[in-house]
């Protein structure tokens, strides 16, 4: 088997697409997530704090000059990535939640012990076995 035939048959497997699909609406939902928070979340904060912008947080270290920029820690930036985080992160924590217990009700109704008889049927069932004799 080739080469180009090997790959062929690599990309083409469900699972690699599956997890182009995951990857492609993961980076669509992050984005959602990172103007739900700067755009939503982050300016009732800031209003509360006294109308601080978190985006805009930086220690500069060096001042711009003609020839360079400044060199700044932007840790607005670093506190918004990590507000970004914990939402997706809940989220995501959600969904896989809610599919273990969907998954825990199918074991448990897969599981089951099916019900005992009726007398109706045992009495059918002794009826059938004389009837074979």
């Known amino acids: 088997m080739s080469m180009v035939q090997e790959f062929k048959q690599f990309a083409?497997?469900?699972?690699?697409?599956?997890?182009?699909?995951?990857?492609?609406?993961?980076?669509?939902?992050?984005?959602?997530?990172?103007?739900?928070?700067?755009?939503v979340v982050m300016p009732p904060i800031g209003v509360l704090i006294g109308g601080m912008d978190f985006s805009k947080l930086a220690v500069v270290l060096v001042e711009a000059t003609?020839?360079?920029?400044?060199?700044?820690?932007?840790?607005?930036?670093?506190?918004?990535?990590?507000?970004?985080?914990?939402?997706?992160?809940?989220?995501?924590?959600m969904v896989i939640k809610g599919i273990n217990s969907m998954k825990k009700k199918e074991e448990a109704a897969a599981n089951a012990v099916p019900?005992?008889?009726?007398t109706q049927e045992v009495l059918l069932a002794e009826i059938r076995d004389l009837l074979k004799k």
Do not use: C, E, H, L
């Open 115 to 118: 019900p005992a008889p009726t």
């Open 12 to 39: 083409i497997k469900g699972n690699v697409v599956d997890m182009a699909v995951g990857v492609i609406i993961g980076a669509a939902f992050g984005r959602i997530v990172s103007s739900v928070v700067t755009d």
């Open 66 to 93: 003609a020839a360079a920029p400044a060199v700044v820690i932007s840790y607005g930036k670093f506190i918004q990535t990590v507000v970004d985080f914990t939402i997706v992160a809940g989220v995501i924590f």
